[in-house]
């Protein structure tokens, strides 16, 4: 099972008390501390946290910076974490943006957790599914014939995915924003959406167990019919009977 999350809300959550957003931040990264555990004990295959997109770099630059050391910070203390809990850690996303120590950061983090096998988690930072399909597409062979399943590798290379990932089956947004925000547009054609107000620092592993039960009792035909769906009247309806 793939799961992705939009973590949306922690300066909000911040504001919302009085405080700096870069508290809610600090506390953002506890609440994805907390729902990584959750989830692996739950058996979820793949774990995808869109932490920072591509429009992201608008935001202030202070809050920016601040974020970018929070990143830093959360690879550097998490990854023997990780290594404990077989843990593969990959971040996905645009790398040429980013500062050298946390670059290399990431790499370290990749390297140590590489032949972890028990959950894949990918931390999704300096993202845009617009920006990756186009640079899939220039990627594309003209002159062969391109399946779906071809372009979504093209799409893994350009967004230096380290393993084969399959669609997202659940997407979660927090915070009580009902849009996608650019994020895996190709991946999520098929999945179920779950759509919280609480508020990311809030989230923990009641509000990921809650998503879970939503979609276990959602019904995915993928555009087929089941065949208790289909119907076909037993006979003309009648033109004199009013619609329900």
């Known amino acids: 099972m793939h799961v992705a999350i939009i973590m949306d809300g922690s300066g909000r959550w911040a504001s919302q008390r009085g405080w700096p957003r870069t508290a809610g931040h600090i506390e953002g990264a506890k609440a994805v501390r907390a729902v990584v555990d959750a989830a692996a004990r739950a058996a979820v295959d793949t774990l995808t946290l869109y932490a920072f997109s591509a429009a992201n770099w608008a935001r202030p630059p202070g809050e920016v910076d601040a974020l970018m050391r929070l990143f830093r910070k959360y690879l550097l203390t998490e990854t023997r974490g990780c290594v404990a809990q077989s843990i593969r850690l990959n971040v996905i996303g645009r790398r040429d943006r980013l500062n050298a120590d946390l ?17 894949h988690l990918r931390i999704v930072l300096d993202y845009s599914s617009h920006d990756s399909i186009v640079r899939a597409a220039w ?3 003209r002159t062969a014939k391109l399946t779906p399943d071809d372009f979504h590798r093209l799409l893994e290379e350009v967004d230096h995915s380290a393993l084969p990932v399959g669609p997202v089956d659940l997407l979660i947004r927090t915070g009580g924003e009902k849009r996608l925000s650019d994020f895996m547009l190709w991946e999520v054609a098929y999945a179920e959406l779950h759509f919280t107000d609480c508020l990311w620092p809030d989230f923990d592993e009641e509000q990921l167990r809650c998503a879970l039960d939503d979609y276990t009792e959602r019904h995915r035909r993928f ?9 076909e009247p037993a006979r003309p309806p009648d033109p004199n009977t009013p619609c329900a």
């Open 223 to 231: 555009g087929a019919l089941t065949a208790e769906a289909r119907w």
């Open 103 to 119: 670059l290399r950061t990431i790499q370290r983090s990749e390297r140590l957790t590489a032949t972890s096998a028990r959950m």
């Open 139 to 141: 990627r594309a062979d």
